[in-house]
Nanobody, 117 residues
């Protein structure tokens, strides 16, 4: 059974930083697995924040470029999202996603990030 468990969310002031972690189990994590972070704010559609391929290629939403950094540790089956210079509009539920060519597409339960003064 594949499980993705996110952690690291919370309340932070504008300009602050958070680091989200996603721990994967039940799935190999090296080849042909793209991992990503998505977010959904109240009343909004879910959107891709950042993704990283098994080869290390990354993609970011325009709104977070230069502020967020996605990374992965294949040996530990972990995905991270370093978030700096947080803004009010970054408030959302952040979810981890893993897309495996052989196993399918999986989601974590999400972690709340609230940016507020």
């Amino acid at each position: 059974q594949v499980q993705l468990v996110e952690s690291g969310g919370g309340l932070v002031q504008p300009g602050g930083s958070l680091r989200l972690s996603c721990a994967a189990s039940g799935i190999g994590f090296s080849m042909y697995v793209t991992a990503g972070w998505y977010r959904q704010a109240p009343g909004e559609q879910r959107e891709l924040v950042a993704s990283i391929t098994s080869g290390g290629s990354t993609k970011y939403a325009e709104a977070v470029k230069g502020r967020f950094t996605i990374s992965r540790d294949n040996a530990k089956r972990m995905v991270y999202l370093e978030m700096n210079s947080l803004k009010l509009e970054d408030t959302a539920v952040y979810s981890c996603n893993v897309d495996s060519m052989s196993r399918g597409n999986f989601w974590g339960q999400g972690t709340q990030v609230t940016v507020s003064s």
